[in-house]
């Protein structure tokens, strides 16, 4: 039992008790060389994943299946107000506070609803996120389960994005359209006069 317990705490690929025999060391040796080139590949996947999911534009948070916190990339953690390792193991709720920006109310727990019906689930209209300092930020976007092999939900990953300039965007399109319609009408009413008299 020491022995084991000494061996644990190298995290060794194996090990072998003495005596033993040629063709037994061997099948260790061989195991072990498998073991740590597997584990290797896994350290490769894992570093390619961060770094894709590091580089995207738009903001991803990901949770466990109790919609804990597991993962923020530089936008997420920009707009949230949060870093990664303050949000880890949090309640999405904390970190991804929402609310409808018309009514006040926070928003529909979309985690939750993934979680629980295990299907795609966009935000709703006007939702607005509360950063940790109490910014208000327009967001748009989608909630979508993280799945197994055997369809096994194991967590959400949240993909939002800041849409303030978007919406500036309609709002002056919007004034432009009415400023138009407006002179439209004017125009409009002088030629009718101008044709009456």
Do not use: C
Request: a negative charge; aromatic letters at 4%; proline letters at 4%.
């Amino acid at each position: 039992a020491a022995t084991l317990a000494r061996a644990k705490l190298t995290e060794p690929f194996g090990y072998i008790l003495k005596p033993f025999e040629e063709r037994e060391l061997a099948t260790h040796i061989e195991m072990a060389l498998y073991k740590h080139q597997a584990e290797q590949e896994l350290r490769r996947q894992r570093e390619w994943l961060r770094v894709t999911l590091t580089s995207i534009g738009d903001a991803v948070l990901a949770t466990d299946d109790a919609g804990r916190v597991t993962f923020l990339n530089p936008v997420a953690m920009e707009l949230t107000g949060w870093t990664d390792t303050e949000a880890a193991g949090q309640p999405v709720e904390r970190v991804f506070r929402i609310i409808n920006e018309k009514t006040r109310l926070p928003a529909e727990d979309i985690v939750a609803k993934v979680l629980r019906d295990g299907v795609i689930v966009s935000l709703a209209n006007h939702t607005a996120l509360i950063s940790r300092d109490g910014r208000e930020i327009p967001i748009e976007d989608s909630a979508a389960p993280i799945q197994d092999d055997a369809g096994r939900v194991l967590g959400v990953v949240l993909v939002f994005h800041d849409v303030t300039e978007k919406r500036r965007a309609q709002e002056a399109l919007r004034k432009a359209n009415d400023e138009l319609e407006r002179q439209v009408q004017r125009r409009t009413a002088a030629l009718g006069n101008t044709m009456e008299s």
